[in-house]
């Protein structure tokens, strides 16, 4: 009820002191004209900038992410804060130059009436709204009129919407849209948990519904998310709740951005999943069930030596990778220890069917350096003690692999792919266990040999684990630079489903059902409510849970790449069933213009060094970017490139000319760019002006 009271007919004094300020407003942007002419409207300068309007709420929480991690510069007012700006006609607009300035391009709001009805900063967000074509997102609020809609109690429905059947309509594949096929399906990830609520409402007149579904009365359908265009204004209505984590936002979070801003903002974003497959060439030791442990691990007792099953690929396996990955159209990346295979080899007789298969195969991969024999490349670990510690010598100083040994594991491995004309960038390197980089709580910072054995290999980007250090950091000073990496939940130590669905209830199963009670020790994990069916426990659960963590990752405009090891396509192929699943919702979900982006390491790299520096300029507000009528100009500080996404047609200015702008994704173009030769600014030529109502 306090949405409807907050949201009901707007008072005659209310459109009488919007109306004059629109006047004013609308007067500030018009030229002069001779005695007896007509001018023309001076075109106002619109900036790329957002305003967002926050009442703490998740709805709001979840589109001010999406700003933020695609690169959107936005402005945040708090609702509740003590002394927060006031909305009014000069917060929102200036002159510059002569020329009106909207401050803002579009403006995002908890629901239609936050300031409550008859408000002055209601009046002025309508008047600024009106006057410069600026349009408005009401992030979560109830189906009624005031929005367009009709209310729920007239043949709509309101509650759960877990696991409803929602369709992206004719109007939203043709609008803001466009990038997906329609079927959209809210998430149900448990029986016993409410997770989505919302209002499914017939659409009024003025309203076009963009994502609809079943009412639940006949064959009526009603809108969960629209535009409602009425006095001028639009607004985009969503009446579904929502955080920024749930599928059904995440996926439709490009639209809101592209409605928002009619197609012409600052920042990208990109689908993103690319996949490490660690230790080829390599056996991986295996789970005991009977243990609870890997034999070889220092904390397994009773399990000293590696065992007499280790799991290793075979060439058989190496042939199904080829062609699942010519089938699916998706390339992953060998991360390799040669010297390990040469160890292998030279313990069985000395030839190696795997080698020779991948080898013969070697351009059908990517390839990355893991060692030669992927030693741990940190402290000298102390294994007398669980957990582990650094060793140290009789002064008490750490004992610290040396630059010498780190450096020649790099080499080696290089010079044999080289050798054998495996195509390696020496840029890109994976160390063992992400090892020689700080490992907490027992090595809390990087190996001091490390640094200079990277430099002397030319190795600029070291992969880090995602789940310990998120983001991209420096590895001393000779200039290499992290590359965070998604672990994936499938185990390098199981060669079956058995294996991996026992070990998987070991760690969590409460201790009252045979677990290892890490679950319950672990504030940020949850037990299983039963141990699950080793024999159909991974199929079931296993593979849906660990394909949705990773879709999230991809739907998240996340660059990071996963990681899992070659024991993963070894024996039973656990891998291939959780990447067909991501693999098929991503292509159930998305048109064909938005395909998913393979980037290897160093690309991965590079696209986090220009996110901290665009990050940097903008919170030190040195960049300036707008559009007047069909150009963008856009300034940022020397050798900062800018993320920019605009509609096809789009060219770039060049000295002499033009050319096309960007590259083609999910209907619009869009790059990271910077300034043509002898030019201070980017600038772009749209192929219309986007127009107010």
Known sequence: MAYRNGTTGVTRARRAGAALLSAGLLGSALALAPTGAVAAPTPPRIDLRVLVVDDGGAAVDAVTDELRSTGVPYTTVELGAAGRPVIDAAFLSDSVDGRPRAKYQGVVLPNEAPFGAGSPESAALTAYEKTFGVRQVNAYTWAHPGVGLDYTNQDGYAGSLDGVDATVTAAGRAGPFGYLDGPLEFEDNSDTVLESYGYVARPREGFTSYVDAPTGVGATRGSLVGEYAHDGRRELVVTFAYNKYQRQFRVLARGVVEWLTQGVHLGQSRNYFSVHVDDVFAPDARWDSALNCTPGDFDCEGGEQEGERP??????????????????????????????????????????????????????????????????????????????????????????????????????????????????????????????????????????????????????????????????????????????????????????????????????????????????????????PAPLDTATGYGSYIVPQEARTALGHVIANDPRPHYVHQSNLAEERLLYPVLDKVLADYRGLFADNTPVVNPRQRDVGVEFTRRAAWDKALAAGKVTAYRIGDTVTVKAPSGVVAPVTAPEGTRKQLLLGTSVFGSPYAGQRSAWTGPEALRSAVTLKLPTAPTAP
């Open 311 to 528: 799991i290793r690929m075979t060439a058989a396996d190496a042939q199904y990778t080829a062609q699942w990955q010519r089938e699916r159209g998706f390339l992953l990346d060998m991360v390799y220890n040669a010297g390990a295979g040469e160890e292998w080899k030279a313990e069985h007789g000395g030839t190696d069917a795997l080698t020779a298969r991948l080898v013969a195969d070697r351009s059908q991969y990517r390839w990355i350096n893991h060692t030669y024999t992927h030693p741990f490349l940190g402290c000298t670990q102390d294994n007398t003690v669980v957990p582990w510690k650094c060793a140290t010598d009789a002064t008490g100083k750490t004992l610290w692999m040396s630059r010498a040994e780190i450096a020649k594991q790099i080499s080696d491995n290089h010079k044999w792919a080289v050798a054998r004309g495996i195509g390696v960038d020496r840029t890109e390197l994976v160390t063992g266990e992400h090892s020689g980089l700080r490992t907490t709580p027992q090595q809390p910072v990087d190996n001091p040999n490390l640094a200079p054995a990277l430099a002397d290999n030319g190795v600029k980007w070291i992969a880090s684990d995602a789940s310990r250090e998120p983001q991209q950091r420096a590895v001393g000073t000779a200039g290499a630079l992290t590359v965070p990496r998604h672990p994936m939940n499938v185990y390098y130590n199981v060669g079956t489903a058995a294996e991996m669905t026992d070990e998987y209830n070991w760690i969590y199963s409460s201790r009252a059902d045979g677990g290892s009670g890490a679950c319950e020790d672990n504030p940020a994990s949850t037990c299983l």
